[in-house]
């Protein structure tokens, strides 16, 4: 490992045994990087230096920024942290904003700066927030002066946090005047490949997030698989989606991606569905990221905008359900671009597109990553049995200060808690969460096909499926139903649902119990959160 630059080393300290760390991948040529590296100057100061610096990097209503008009909001960024904050390398910055260029500016200049960057949802609450700041030992913390309430209450409760600095401020104290008066030019710290830069927190499906550390190589690592292999990714690509930037899907899709290649991204706050297409439109953007549950309500929309210009959509933080991968393909011509990445990795490691997408099935780890299915001992089974998928690569599990890294990590393999099987032809075809498996009567049952199977009735709009207790069965299916406009919930909808299922998959995996709901619950990143059912 090479000398840190950190003079904080809390992080590097922090870091599991590396006899824990799983096995890491360097098999392709380009994901040799040289023992020194800040990837933010990669980037950044690359792409500018590449002949970029007039081109669009990050785009909204308000207007452009072009690669040299961000880099000077990075570096001015950087000179606040080093200066007013007195930050050293290795500290840890709260970041906490909705998707908008100051929030990428903040994250590149806390790269920048040898820091370490600690990127929030923006709708933590205080008690949250609090966890996340103890258990990181944030520093200091760069805030949206929208999120201000939360977070000052936070800071109340953590006396370890430094000071605050609030954007979109005209305070003489907000970052944009502090700003002002500092140079346009940082020479970024000479970071080795290995020191901490990102504290990315899990996004709560368990209920109980942990802190994910990655380097500054796996930054670019994820920029060199997925997006190179998979999307195929040019210059000329305009990148949009709803991901928030806190999440790394997000993080990876909407920023890190773009930029690797010299493209433009565009960053919205508050997006719905109907915003989303109407962007698309606007932006003539060419690559989508958002979740499955956003393509199942734009698809019926689609036809009111131009969506020309969209080349590929990805779909990604929970189960894709075939059925609304047809009705997106129907509505666009477009064939969704399935993947399952995880904080733990970064980004995505399986997944498929254009021709190579099987109906139904995830994909096939992509070039850099390996992938397999294991039994309950740890070997592998054979194709057509469901089992935990294991995943090595370049990229790979390390919790700050969990024991729960033992479970993640087992013989170089990390278990990413999915239930899967591989076909013949080496798909991987997901089943759900290994948590997520209801047995019932004997017999093994993944709620989401069951979701699948629901959602191609009409009057479905969304749904969850969980076992529920049952003295004679040990568990039942149980469905959680919204319902689209114009159906009403009853007894009679509830018996055709039933039989809508029995005719759809095996009879034997039907809803015995299904609860019409307003809604579900789900983290802010769109996944749904089962263990709240459940916990009911």
């Known amino acids: 490992m090479a000398a840190t630059a950190h003079i904080d080393t809390f992080a590097n300290d922090s870091l599991p045994p590396r006899e824990r760390w799983p096995e890491l991948l360097f ?30 990097a990050i785009c909204n209503y308000q207007g452009n920024w072009t690669y040299s008009q961000l880099r000077d909001k990075v570096d001015r960024i950087a000179h606040v942290l080093r200066q007013d904050l007195q930050l050293v390398p290795g500290n840890r910055v709260l970041l906490r904003g909705a998707n908008h260029p100051m929030m990428a500016a903040c994250v590149l200049a806390v790269w920048k700066a040898g820091c370490i960057a600690v990127p929030t949802m923006p709708l933590l ?61 940082f020479d970024a710290v000479d970071t080795s490949v290995e020191d901490v830069c990102l504290i990315a927190f899990t996004s709560g499906t368990t209920g109980i997030p942990k802190g994910t550390m990655h380097f500054h190589r796996d930054v ?60 698309v439109q606007d932006f003539r953007a060419t690559v989508c990221f958002t979740a499955p549950t956003f393509y199942r309500q734009m698809a019926s929309m689609a036809a009111r905008y131009d969506l020309s210009s969209l080349k590929k959509t990805v779909s990604a933080g929970e189960a894709l359900p075939s059925a609304t991968r047809d009705s997106w393909r129907q509505a666009t011509g477009l064939a969704m671009i399935d993947g399952i990445g995880a904080t733990e990795m970064l980004h995505i490691f399986i997944s498929a597109a254009g021709d190579a997408i099987r109906p139904g099935a995830t994909g096939k780890p992509i070039p850099g990553y390996r992938a397999c299915v294991l039994d309950d001992d740890g070997n592998p ?48 075809r997901y089943r759900a969460r290994t948590d997520d498996m209801i047995i019932s009567g004997g017999y093994n049952i993944a709620g989401p096909e069951v979701e699948d199977a629901l959602l191609k009735h009409a009057a479905v709009a969304e749904c969850g499926v969980i076992g529920a207790p049952d003295e004679e069965r040990g568990q039942i299916v149980k469905a959680f139903v919204v319902l689209k406009q114009g159906f009403e919930p009853g007894a009679a909808l509830a018996a055709e649902l039933q039989n809508f299922v029995k005719n759809a998959i095996a009879p034997y995996k039907y809803p015995r119990a299904i609860e019409f709901r307003a809604g579900l619950p789900r983290t802010e990143t769109g996944k749904l959160q089962r263990y709240r059912l459940r916990n009911e």
């Open 125 to 185: 609450r205080a008690k949250e927030l609090t966890a996340i700041i103890d258990k990181a030992r944030v520093n200091a913390a760069l805030c949206a002066s929208g999120l201000r309430e939360e977070m000052e209450i936070a800071r109340g409760r953590s006396p370890a946090l430094g000071k605050v600095v609030y954007f979109h401020d005209r305070a003489p104290d907000a970052l944009e005047q502090r700003m002002a008066s500092r140079s346009a030019r």
């Open 27 to 56: 098999d392709l040529p380009e994901l040799h990087y040289p023992d020194r590296l800040n990837c933010a100057v990669e980037l950044l100061d690359r792409m500018v230096d590449a002949g970029h610096a007039d081109r669009p």
């Open 381 to 428: 089974v054979p194709p057509g049995v469901i089992g935990r998928l294991a995943v090595k690569g370049p990229t790979g599990c390390r919790y700050l200060a969990d024991a729960r890294q033992a479970d993640y990590v087992r013989n170089g393999w990390n278990l990413t808690g999915d239930a899967y099987e591989m076909d013949a032809d080496g798909y991987f």
């Open 220 to 279: 670019l690592a994820v920029c060199d698989c997925f997006p190179r292999s998979t999307l195929a990714s040019q210059a000329d690509d305009i990148f949009i989606g709803t991901p928030p930037l806190a999440f790394t899907f997000g993080l990876g899709g909407l920023l890190l991606f773009p930029l690797r290649v010299g493209a433009a991204t565009v960053l919205l706050e508050k997006l719905t569905p109907e915003l989303l297409l109407k962007a």
